[in-house]
């Protein structure tokens, strides 16, 4: 607190950012994970993980330590987020007392705010999003079950976020040739997700694979068997 109050301009409001870009702009999290996170983790021989594992590791040592778990929740923001069976709605909820509708693919609000009178923990949809998921567990076993996450994050789903996401799942449902076709998509767009790419365990089953190898080399990545 005594670095954020060093650093606090004098004409702060209290919706101001505080850390932003050299812009002044919010910072993109994508952007900031490719250039400066996994850089700090090669660094120091860490395995690399999401930004947000910074997050868990923080609740994990606060619960150890006997913090309130209501508070911990109201220092980590969203309580909870989950799209539909169909990835094409999300809903959010938080510490500030409302549930949010979202349009997945163009993240606008769909509906004004629900309000409830205590923070909201938990939000869903219906059962319908737990039933598909395990009928398509029973079904397909593991591959099953990233098949139908693949099928709400594949290119052209609402649900889409990017190639490289779309790459992991892909590989992780056995679609090995499409998670290589959009893996090499994602490097030509230059997705930050493929900064993981050596070390990400889904893609073990590719690292036999040529067009993989190919891509590793292209991004100056060591060749690992």
């Known amino acids: 607190m005594q670095v954020l109050r060093a650093i606090q301009p004098l004409r702060a409001e209290p919706n101001d950012y505080v850390f932003t870009t050299t812009e002044g702009k919010p910072i993109e999290p994508k952007a900031f994970a490719?250039?400066?996170?996994?850089?700090?983790?090669?660094?120091?021989?860490?395995?690399?993980?999401?930004i947000y594992c910074t997050k868990d590791t923080f609740v994990s040592s606060a619960l150890k330590l006997g913090l309130?778990?209501?508070?911990?929740?109201?220092?980590?923001?969203?309580?909870?987020?989950?799209?539909?069976?169909?990835?094409?709605?999300?809903?959010?909820?938080?510490?500030?007392?409302?549930?949010?509708?979202?349009?997945?693919?163009t993240g606008r609000q769909l509906a004004p705010p629900m309000s409830h009178r205590d923070q909201v923990f938990y939000a869903a949809f219906s059962d319908d999003d737990r039933r598909a998921l395990r009928r398509a567990y029973e079904n397909g076993g593991a591959r099953g079950y990233w098949r139908w996450y693949l099928a709400l994050r594949a290119p052209g789903r609402p649900g889409f976020v990017g190639y490289g996401v779309a790459a992991r799942l892909a590989a992780a449902a056995?679609?090995?040739a499409l998670a290589l076709d959009w893996l090499q998509k994602a490097y030509e767009s230059r997705d930050g997700d493929l900064a993981a790419m050596n070390v990400e365990a889904r893609y073990d089953v590719l690292r036999g694979e040529p067009r993989f190898q190919v891509l590793l080399r292209k991004m100056n990545f060591p060749e690992k068997s």
Do not use: M, P
């Open 34 to 50: 490719s250039r400066y996170w996994y850089r700090c983790l090669r660094a120091l021989g860490i395995r690399v993980r999401g």
């Open 174 to 176: 056995g679609e090995n």
């Open 68 to 105: 309130k778990v209501a508070w911990l929740e109201q220092q980590t923001g969203v309580n909870y987020a989950t799209f539909n069976h169909t990835g094409d709605r999300a809903i959010t909820c938080g510490e500030d007392f409302e549930a949010i509708l979202w349009n997945a693919a």
